[in-house]
């Protein structure tokens, strides 16, 4: 057996330890049920494994090396099509069982925050999310949906209450939502955000079209004038050593519409600097 010259393109780059002595765990939910926009982010997770083969390990920003980490990935959740109930139970039940790990999540659409926060509020009761996107995800329902990428956040808000939701990146949003997020949540620019203490346990969402359209293309419902990359890892690694962070994801990455994988491969790369970065 010659091990240097084998490797396994459908796992995340890393060190696959087992999920029992792992620390950090990579879970894909491939599931685009309520995508109102490009469907087709139930590829991510697959898309983004992919493109981690194109990346080194290590962190110019933290000199941490991926390779070094006690990392799984434990596959992909089944999901059930057409049934966004069903599959967002299995997804809280999922990661209820890595709770003590560092978890990754990897979407699929936005609403799969929501089971996650659900199972880590049983653990954390004082959670607080900050939230990466272009928009607020704030509407109470969208075409008579109350569970959807486009409400998710509503939805979180009703776990956590209010200030509890910090909001960094919107440029997309109604009247309604942006009422509500004034009164309800915490809005910051990138800027203010340094500045900002968050006290205790926190959860991070990515929402992948935070990202101007001329670098991540490839997402569900793309929104012009967003973050360059290097503004974003900037900011990740000013909050290196301010945030108690409990595990992240990343959504809303839409492979059939990916010029050239470009999103899937910033997914990818982004993963890699939040764990560097945050993990426990
Ligand atoms: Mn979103």
């Not at 799984?72 to 790990?101: A, H, S």
């Not at 990343?250 to 560097?276: F, G, Q, R, W, Y």
Request: hydrophobic share 40%.
């Amino acid at each position: 057996m010659n091990e240097l010259y084998v490797e396994n393109p459908l796992e995340f780059w890393c060190n696959n330890y087992g999920v029992s002595s792992a620390d950090v765990v990579f879970l894909g939910v491939p599931f685009d049920g309520t995508s109102t926009g490009r469907a087709g982010s139930r590829e991510a997770p697959n898309a983004i494994r992919s493109a981690s083969y194109n990346l080194e390990t290590n962190s110019a920003y933290t000199e941490a090396n991926l390779a070094d980490l006690k990392m799984t990935d434990y596959g992909n959740l089944i999901t059930v099509p057409g049934d966004t109930e069903m599959t967002l139970k299995r997804l809280e039940d999922t990661v209820f069982d890595i709770k003590n790990k560092f978890p990754v999540i990897v979407g699929g659409e936005h609403i799969v925050t929501l089971p996650v926060i659900r199972s880590l509020i049983r653990e954390h009761p004082t959670l607080k999310v900050l939230q990466f996107d272009a928009h607020l995800d704030l509407r109470n329902e969208y075409i008579g949906n109350r569970y959807s990428h486009v409400t998710v956040m509503r939805r979180i808000f009703e776990i956590l209450g209010k200030k509890r939701i910090i909001q960094v990146g919107a440029r997309s949003f109604s009247d309604d939502e942006k009422d509500f997020a004034k009164k309800n949540t915490v809005l910051k620019t990138p800027e203010n955000l340094l500045k900002y203490a968050i006290k205790g346990p926190v959860y991070i969402t990515i929402d992948m079209d935070v990202f101007d359209p001329s670098v991540a293309p490839g997402v569900s419902t793309p929104a012009p004038a967003g973050f360059v990359p290097e503004r974003f890892f900037d900011l990740i690694h000013g909050l290196k050593n301010k945030l108690e962070v409990v595990g992240f994801d990343v959504v809303e990455t839409c492979p059939p519409h990916d010029d050239a994988n470009m999103t899937s491969l910033l997914a990818a790369e982004i993963i890699k600097e939040m764990i560097l970065a945050f993990r426990k």
